[in-house]
């Protein structure tokens, strides 16, 4: 059994409630590790807990009571997924806009702005999925996303922050391609383990003579 698996799945989160505004690509990563969770995962979860099961006195079993925790994770990421995935409403950057819709920043555009010390940053609108800060991806309901919503190039604009205000300065508003972060199986996990010794296995089985 493998108990390397360094990003856990996580259980339910507090979602935003209504509608899931996310991108095109951020649903597709959101089916993936549904799709993951559900048909490779979860099983494979679910036979290391049969396994560790027959191993006798299941109160004193490290490897049943890990492997049983491991299932309630996974059960209830694939819960979250799941309602996220109900209620996405998507929105690609990429569609044709006119008048207003294409010269305001609204959900899935990318806005360039500068503070009061002239420093600029492009900053780009997705769901509160799709946050990725090393992409400078921020959510539209953050205090940034808040800020900047329904702003136009030359618009000022407060940002509310924990310890006073900022003031900044539209530069540019445009929409475009989002790339996000796709669903990558996690280093680790039980299914991976499982198909690598699969894997294995198939490689050290000898040939069968004619």
Known sequence: MRKG???????DEPAT?????????????????HRFLLTRERPAVTEVVAWAASNGDRSDNADYRY???????IDGRIRFLT??????????????????????AFFGATVRYANAAGVSRVVSIVGTD????NRNHISWVSPLGRALMKSAAG???????????????????RYESIS?????????????????SE?????KRPHSRE
Do not use: M
């Open 5 to 11: 698996f360094t990003s856990k799945p996580k259980t």
């Open 17 to 33: 409630p209504g509608k899931n505004y996310i991108t095109p690509s951020g649903l597709e990563r959101l089916k993936d590790e």
């Open 67 to 73: 492997s049983k925790r491991r299932l309630r994770q």
């Open 83 to 104: 309602k996220r995935i109900e209620a996405a409403e998507v929105v690609d950057p990429e569609a044709p806009r006119a008048g207003q819709a294409a010269a305001k």
């Open 130 to 133: 799709e946050i990725d800060l």
């Open 155 to 173: 618009d000022s604009v407060v940002l509310q922050l924990p310890g006073g205000t900022e003031n900044l300065t539209v530069l540019e508003v």
């Open 180 to 196: 996000v972060e796709p669903f990558r199986e996690p280093p680790g996990s039980e299914a991976s383990a499982k198909g690598h």
């Open 199 to 203: 894997t294995h296995t198939k490689t």
